[in-house]
């Protein structure tokens, strides 16, 4: 079950791109669904253990 979460915003900035997220939620730590991308913009994908480490974080961010 994907958790969805919420407070979107300003990611970062990276060399001449800033990045806004769009999308936050977190899944099991077995799903690799997060990691498939079909879209022609450019975007980033964070992928990181929540503090139990029994699911992973997933924030989404596109270029502005």
Do not use: H, P, V, W
Not at 8 to 29: H, M, N, P, Q, V
Not at 33 to 42: K, M
Request: aromatic residues 10%; hydrophobic residues 25%; charged residues 35%.
């Amino acid at each position: 079950k994907n958790e969805r979460m919420k407070n979107y915003g300003k990611i970062l900035k990276y060399g001449r791109f800033s990045y806004t997220i769009y999308d936050k939620y977190r899944i099991e730590a077995d799903d690799t669904s997060s990691i498939s991308q079909d879209t022609d913009r450019r975007e980033i994908t964070l992928i990181t253990c929540t503090s139990y480490s029994n699911k992973r974080l997933i924030i989404k961010a596109r270029a502005d």
